[in-house]
């Protein structure tokens, strides 16, 4: 699953379900369930949205408790 197709690449709900890491390494709460944020990047992640249209975006999702937004590589995502 580490293989990313550029030219058919995961939606964001199939990047969040590649995550590994559900807990914020600083205070151990649980990122199970938050969303990802996106936004344009030309050093993140190939991604396609909902009309089959391939962006390449930064992913994150921030913790509820100290607001650190832990990017999907540090939440043991390759970048593909
Ligand atoms: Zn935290």
Redo the contacts with the bound molecule.
């Keep these: 699953m580490a293989v990313v197709d550029p030219l058919n690449p995961p939606t964001l709900p199939e990047w969040r379900a590649r995550v590994q890491v559900e807990e ?1 390494k ?4 649980s990122l199970r369930g938050r969303p990802i944020d996106a936004y344009v990047h030309e050093g993140g992640w190939y991604t396609q949205d909902h009309e089959g249209r391939v962006h390449k975006l930064w992913l994150s999702v921030r ?6 937004d832990w990017s999907l590589n540090k939440l043991g995502v390759p970048r593909g």
């Excluded at 600083?26 to 709460?29: E, F």
């Excluded at 913790?63 to 650190?68: D, F, I, N, R, S």
């Design positions: 914020c600083w205070d151990g709460a913790c509820p408790k100290c607001g650190y």
